[in-house]
């Protein structure tokens, strides 16, 4: 940690420089004292060291003391500043014609005059262009009529393009003050930065007049009132022309500003701290919603005062996904309201309703109803759920602890490619060495072993699958299994015998679901620490499956148009080889699975002679016809481990497969003969049993953001995993063989 200030905002003896021609002091007409603040410079990376925390906590303890604090810019920054701030100077500088064209009637974007913008009913003499996320006419959120979503009605790519790069850069910079911040307050990782996902982050490029320049439309002096940040994080910048007023933090003048407006707050009183200006720094403010942390981090009143010289200036919100519902976090829950939470896109059109209520925006917004789609539960596309449908079986989903915003799965396999002596040695070998990195520290949170029953690879292969809940930890443990360094220890006969491969992939919690039968046995990611089981209704319809996947509201997980598919005689040939790849966008992963070790001797009988080999048709049904499905990667698993007293196979199983996308699963669910076979099967087995039903069924479905998977296979059956389906690079296997 880089402290340049530790100094708090110390309120010393204002001198108004204006007085003397020199505007980077207080503003005419304003009486204030003037304070420094501290001054804090980021790392280069974020590692959650000790260096890290001490840098979050005292981050952390500036905002609670000041309210406000600078991060130094780093001099890549520094050029991304000037290029945006030569830029905004160029378009304030068009014709007010050239710049009033720049609107949009559907976004928030674009120009506001001075005067345009009010502040406690009052019109400041800030002249904005504000930039959203901008987003094509053929946008699902657009088409839907989403309010605040549309084009970014920018003058030209002489403005575009540095106000982009300077947005990216600010970015960076934001999720990285939040991960600090979380170290700070002591907050699992992803409690702040999971927020921020699709963020709806926008800046506005400000100027404000000279004060013997303005329209006389506002109040004398003011560039913008007193308020509150609505949001989560700001980070400002602006240049030499001194402007900026804070408010320290006081108890009694901390409120809710979704509650009531903030605008206007003690404009006039006394007790406000002057900001100098400062070269090559960003102000940070905390934003209203952090009242997640019962306003441990409190949101500061600021305002911005007109002075001798026009002044130019950036603000960036580092904000919440549009549809984000921010609710306390752990360890920071005193009961404050509103219990729901906050809905972050109806509080951001709130704002801008209240800011700009005669802006064309604002009038289509109401004309066509828009603002009536805000909500929690508000949907591009609609639930698959038939209207009155009522659950005729109780359904659990899987909830991960507060924080979590992925889980991280991996499965390894050792293949044996004959029954001698030979293969033996080597398989046990490897084996070997994984379960030991399966008890070792830095393992996988949880994980399962299995036998393969069934699939187009060699079925005599060992399958372990592996989760976790941690990224860097994940990272970790597969960098300490690494395959190729396992095949090569094996001696050349050895080596020979034996094929390895990995299949391991991220999910983002919104493109996951799950669904469990009953709660005395939950296997899979339901093992990892801190999980919890809650009741749902989105189960026993057709597409139910879809529904329960966050995401779905928005996305339809769509097959890429550019994919490239393989042609059915471009199998590789996978013995002497060592491949590596990644997977398209979209592709699905789903783990099924079915345990029948608590039934009676009736109803387990029941299950296999009736109800599994249904389910292995249906899935020899995958394995056989790839191209047809899209399937891939089609194993039938069974658990090993726990071994009974008899020593007969244990009574669990489970299918694992991917598909090219979600369309595809579904179709084979909806459509074909071997899977509505399985279907009407466990109905009747329900039906059957009733409330002694004993057999268990679960299953996760991951939809994969692309390159969020990792495939590797050394040595390995030509029809293993992803292998012919899937473009693989090939690596030197020479090297494995040294």
């Known amino acids: 940690m880089t402290v340049a200030s530790s100094q708090r905002l110390v309120p010393t003896k204002a001198v108004n420089k204006a007085v003397s021609g020199d505007p980077s002091g207080v503003p005419p007409g304003y009486k204030a004292a003037t304070g420094q603040l501290q001054t804090f410079v980021l790392p280069e990376t974020f590692t959650s060291s000790a260096s890290d925390v001490k840098l979050g906590k005292a981050i952390v303890a500036a905002w609670q003391k000041d309210g406000i604090l600078q991060i130094a810019m780093k001099p890549n920054q520094q050029a991304t500043y000037k290029a945006a701030n030569a830029a905004s100077k160029r378009f304030f500088s068009k014709s007010h014609a050239q710049k009033a064209a720049c609107v949009d009637s559907q976004s928030y974007a674009g120009y506001i005059a001075s005067g345009e913008e009010l502040t406690d009913g009052i019109a400041d003499y800030s002249e904005i262009f504000t930039v959203t996320k901008d987003l094509p006419l053929d946008e699902p959120r657009v088409r839907a009529k989403w309010p605040c979503h549309g084009r970014c009605p920018w003058p030209d790519v002489e403005m575009q393009e540095p106000i982009q790069r300077y947005m990216d850069s600010l970015g960076e910079s934001g999720e990285m003050i939040l991960k600090l911040t979380e170290l700070g307050l002591d907050l699992p990782e992803g409690s702040l930065t999971g927020l921020t996902r699709d963020g709806w982050h926008h800046l506005r490029v400000l100027r404000f007049p000279a004060t013997h320049a303005t329209n006389g439309k506002g109040k004398d002096g003011r560039g913008i009132g007193s308020h509150t ?131 064309i925006t604002t009038q289509r917004l109401v004309e066509e109803g828009r603002y009536d789609m805000l909500g929690e539960d508000s949907r591009t596309y609609p639930l698959r759920k038939p209207k009155n449908h009522r659950l005729p079986i109780p359904r659990w989903h899987l909830a991960l602890a507060p924080g979590v915003t992925h889980v991280f799965t991996a499965y390894i396999g050792v293949q044996r490619h004959a029954a001698d002596e030979t293969c033996l040695r080597a398989s046990a070998q490897i084996a070997s060495a994984i379960r030991a990195w399966l008890e070792a520290d830095h393992g996988p949170a949880a994980f399962e072993a299995f036998t393969m029953i069934d699939g187009a690879e060699a079925t005599d292969t060992s399958v372990w699958v592996c989760y976790w809940q941690d990224a860097d930890t994940y990272d970790a443990a ?114 099924s699975g079915q345990f029948w070790e608590p039934c009676g001797q009736q109803e387990a009988d029941a299950y296999e002679r009736k109800l599994e080999p249904t389910l292995h048709s249906g899935l020899r049904y995958l394995m056989e016809h790839p191209h047809e499905t899209e399937a891939m990667s089609v194993r039938y698993l069974r658990n090993e481990g726990d071994a009974t007293a008899s020593g007969r196979p244990r009574k669990e199983s489970c299918g694992a497969a991917f598909f090219s996308n979600l369309d595809r699963l579904e179709q084979w669910a909806k459509t074909h003969p071997s899977h509505l076979a399985i279907y009407r099967g466990a109905l009747s087995h329900y039906k059957a049993f009733g409330d002694r039903r004993r057999l268990r069924t679960w299953h996760e479905v991951s939809v994969l953001h692309e390159g969020d998977a990792r495939f590797e296979y050394i040595n390995c059956a030509p029809a293993t995993g992803v292998m012919p389906s899937i473009r693989l690079e090939a690596r030197d296997f020479s090297l494995l063989t040294v």
Request: proline share 9%; glycine share 8%.
């Open 478 to 591: 597969l960098t300490q299994l690494a395959l190729p360094a396992l095949f090569s220890r094996l001696g050349k006969r050895d080596r020979e015998s034996v094929g390895l491969w990995r299949e391991c992939f991220a999910t983002a919690l919104p493109r996951l679901e799950t669904n469990y039968s009953g709660l005395d046995y939950l296997p899979g990611l339901a093992r990892l620490p801190g999980t919890t089981t809650p009741g749902h209704d989105r189960s026993a319809y057709w597409g139910a499956a879809r529904d329960r996947i966050p995401d779905s509201a928005h996305d339809l997980f769509p097959k890429p148009t550019d994919l490239e598919s393989l042609p059915p005689d471009s199998a590789v040939q996978g013995r002497g080889q060592h491949l590596v790849g990644t997977n398209p966008r979209n592709l699905v992963h789903i783990r």
């Open 229 to 359: 940040d609505y949001g989560l994080l700001v980070l400002a910048a602006a240049d030499d022309v001194g402007a900026l007023f804070v408010r320290p933090p006081e108890k009694d003048e901390n409120f809710a500003n979704w509650e009531r407006s903030a605008a206007g707050f003690k404009e006039d009183d006394e007790g406000w701290v002057f900001v100098p200006p400062a070269e090559n720094v960003f102000t940070v403010f905390p934003g209203k919603l952090l009242f997640l942390t019962n306003s441990v981090l409190p949101s500061t009143p600021h305002k911005v005062g007109l002075n001798i010289k026009e002044r130019f200036a950036f603000a960036y919100f580092h904000e919440p996904s549009f549809q984000a519902v921010i609710k306390p976090l752990e360890g920071y829950d005193v009961g404050q309201e509103p219990r729901e939470g906050i809905h972050y896109g109806k509080h951001f059109t709130d704002m801008f309703i209240r800011n700009y209520p005669q802006r």
